[in-house]
């Protein structure tokens, strides 16, 4: 039911004004979480120049040796901030990584070997991990084609680890346990860094051998922690993200146990090489600039999650996480419920993007996705979703995922758009939008 959503929309006649006061009203429900949020930079900031100070980061880091990058003096320096800002024993930063889902790859077929066996406990992987599984498409050199055997538990109705079941599920020898912090393209709450120290220790009690593993795209610097200080072995997650600060032109890093980070190093470069090769193409001060830039960044996109919450739950859309609930990661879904309003938000977010504004959003086909996708993404650095970007899978519920944002005034520019593109649409109650 979006009762309060249709008759506001029928009662405005200036859809500008009307935007713009929703926006600022907000703003104003928001104003305790706004200043929470701002006031997380500090800390984690220090967390990062304590990182630099340790590592004694300097201008002749910025460089880079070219070629094989033996002996790269910044590359080995980045490794070690992020490791230490990761609360982590060892990292690999590398540009060599095309995305998230490279980096979570490498780790999985560097660790795993055929005939282990590995479980996912928080239900069905990212959709791009399907392939890298074995779930959909063949012939690719899936994990499942290399003779890793792949189990999973699926999350409860609530959208939470069935905590239950889990020791039944860890019954039979597991090698690798993997969880993902973030909602992914699923209705379910993000994982608290604590939960997962918690299920990292109920792991362990059944499969002491057991490495568990974190997908930890869209969760860094969102909390105090990292999964790897509360006993995570691995984890993974993509430079255009959270760490990358909005400026990283590409990337992604692997972090924890020195022999696993070793060993995920190996599967992306070669056995013998690990993480002892890989130019960082003279772009390490991009790098290290993004991670001194990120806990703000983090913090802006956070403070446009609770907006985007606020807004559209005020209109009656069902949202994830509610506004002004806790957060582990930067995502906010909004279940639109139809075609129609996913793809007016979509151009009208894509409108007020900073490149690209004249350009009309379109479903489309995705490597790595079964669905098509319709996405908002005006960014600087092509496909960055640490800059302000909303996507969704063209599938039932229709719930578009928004996340980024350098400052949240960015995002409430883009919600005024939205909300006048939603009010010229006919009748969006016959499409179900905003039934719960
Ligand atoms: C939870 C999760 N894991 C992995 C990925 C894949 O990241 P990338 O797009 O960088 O490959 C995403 C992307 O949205 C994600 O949400």
Redesign the pocket.
């Known amino acids: 039911m979006s009762p309060g959503r249709v008759a506001i929309a029928m009662t405005t006649t200036n859809p500008s004004a009307w935007a713009r006061d929703r926006v600022a009203a907000a703003l104003v429900a928001r104003a305790p979480e706004i200043a929470a949020r701002t006031a997380t930079v500090a800390p984690r900031l220090e967390r990062v120049l304590a990182a630099f100070a340790a590592e004694r980061l300097g201008v002749h880091h910025f460089a880079s040796v070219s070629g094989y990058g033996h002996g790269d003096l910044g590359r080995e320096t980045l490794d070690r901030v992020f490791a230490r800002v990761l609360q982590a024993e060892a990292a690999a930063v590398r540009l060599q990584f095309v ?3 490279h980096a ?1 790859a490498a780790a999985l077929f560097g660790v795993l070997r055929p005939g282990e066996r590995m479980l996912s406990i928080t239900g069905r992987p ?1 959709d ?1 991990l399907e392939e890298v599984i074995g779930l959909r498409g063949e012939g690719q050199g899936s994990l499942a084609e290399f003779g890793v055997l792949y189990d999973e538990l699926p999350l409860t109705a609530a959208g939470r680890v069935d905590e239950e079941r889990l020791a039944e599920a860890l019954a039979v020898p597991t090698r690798l346990v993997l969880i ?1 912090r ?1 909602c ?1 393209y699923s209705w379910r709450p993000p994982l608290p860094v604590a939960e997962i120290g918690r299920l990292v220790e109920r792991v362990k009690a059944v499969q002491p051998e057991a490495i568990v593993f974190v ?1 930890n ?2 969760g860094e610097l969102v909390e105090d922690l990292e999964p790897t200080a509360v006993g995570a072995d691995l984890i993974a997650g ?1 430079l255009i ?1 959270n760490l990358g600060g909005t400026i990283a032109p590409t990337g992604g890093y692997v972090a924890g146990r020195a022999d696993l980070v070793e060993r995920a190093c190996c599967r992306l470069t070669a056995p013998g090489i690990g993480s002892e090769g890989g130019t960082s193409f003279d772009c390490n001060r991009l790098l290290f600039q993004g991670l001194f830039l990120a806990p703000q960044m983090v913090a802006e996109a956070l403070i446009g999650a609770d907006l985007v919450a606020t807004v559209f739950a005020e209109l009656g859309y069902p949202v994830h996480p509610a506004p002004g609930a806790p957060r582990s990661d930067v995502i906010q879904a909004v279940r639109l419920g139809a075609p129609e309003p996913l793809l007016a938000v979509c151009r009208a977010f894509q409108a007020c993007s900073p490149v690209g504004a004249y350009l009309d959003p379109v479903p489309a086909p995705m490597p790595g996705y079964a669905s098509d996708l319709v996405m908002a993404g005006g960014t600087f650095i092509d496909g960055s ?1 640490s800059e302000f970007s909303a996507d969704g899978p063209l599938r039932q519920p229709f719930v578009l995922y928004v996340q980024g944002g350098t400052h949240h005034g960015h995002v409430g520019l883009a919600l005024e758009r939205a909300l006048v593109a939603l009010q010229t649409l006919p009748s969006l109650e016959a499409a179900g939008a905003g039934s719960a």
């Open positions: 995305s998230g889902t979570i990212y791009t993902q973030s992914g997908d795209c869209y993509s993200k979703t």
